[in-house]
């Protein structure tokens, strides 16, 4: 077959979740399309890894040396919310209900996948914390045993420093039916049950 | 946000079926790879639109003047199949039970969305006819209200050229359960029942 297309499809599939029938979909898309609507997404990829840094603060995802969150006056800066990769990070953004700064670990300790606390940055973040004023510092790590283990190293860590220590709420997803949810999460809806 | 990443997942939701989440997991993983996967899809992207035109016998895809398969010595001239896009041409091709070259129109008939026989690559096609050896023309054109006024209105052109013209046939999807069937692929299927 025509090699422009074999290569570009296969150059697709290396891309999560597509398989063959996705990424044909994909190219002749593309084919249909105007030339410069290709050229725009070829130059979006090459920018992404010539332009994307790590935020020399937090270690997010950043286009000059300190990312626009850590630059921004308006956030508050004595709030530290902790997470596990960047997209974590945008999840967080989203809703729009946190306004302090982040702190990207870059991981979760996984002892099984050979990853330490020496591999995430938690040397960086103990150095913010002593040369920085902050007063809260929010868990926001994933609810698996990699989260919760690099969140509880973490609380170790930070509970003497006495700033103030906090982990996201667990338990039901709004719009959760009950007979829908695993166990788990039941069980600890009920456990971090509050009072009305 | 961090500028390049948005420009990104902005470019790849203009691909069919790739929403904002899609977008980003995308985005993600070529951020985690190292930089001469992304290289290497941007690079396949331009090679799509700078290498592929259509070929001058058939208007398959091409790198060159002509398509391989038209170059092919060892494939049929004197059998074309007819087909309405590039992405049908690779699904028979991939069937391995033809052998013999194709034409492809670009497109069916469809008066409305405003495009009539002369829009498609059918002038072409007969003069392909009046001036090779041809002896058989297989109609692959798609199984729809399009494609079968294609395949109606090039019977009517072909059939006085004393050329065997044949339409593949139409029914039952292997593995196909009967009480799954609509109605009108199942009635087909009927009236093409052949003796056994």
New interface residues.
């Given amino acids: ?5 074999d ?2 499809i ?3 599939t ?4 597509v398989g063959e029938k ?1 990424a ?8 249909k399309e105007e ?1 410069k ?16 840094r790590l935020c020399s603060e937090c270690f ?4 000059h040396e300190t ?2 969150i850590c630059k921004d006056a308006r956030r508050d800066p004595t709030t530290i919310c902790v997470v596990e ?3 974590d990070l ?1 999840a967080v ?1 989203k809703t729009h209900v946190f306004r302090g700064l982040y702190h990207v670990l870059h991981g979760a300790i996984s002892p099984l996948d050979g990853i330490g606390p020496d591999e995430l940055r938690i040397k960086e973040l103990l150095q913010r914390l002593s040369l920085r004023q902050v007063s809260e510092v929010v868990l926001a790590t994933n609810v698996n045993i990699e989260g919760e283990a690099t969140s509880l190293y973490l609380t170790r860590l930070i509970k003497p420093l006495d700033i103030k220590l906090t982990r996201l709420a667990s338990g039901l997803p709004v719009g959760g039916d009950l007979e829908y949810i695993d166990a788990t999460t039941l069980t600890r809806a009920f456990e971090d049950r509050h009072i009305l």
């Fill in positions: 077959m025509a090699n422009a297309i290569r570009l296969h150059e697709f290396k891309l999560p979740g996705t044909l979909r994909f190219a002749f898309h593309l084919l030339p609507r290709a050229h725009d997404l070829a130059q979006a990829v090459i920018d992404l890894k010539e332009r994307m997010g995802l950043a286009e990312c626009a990769d960047p997209s945008m953004e």
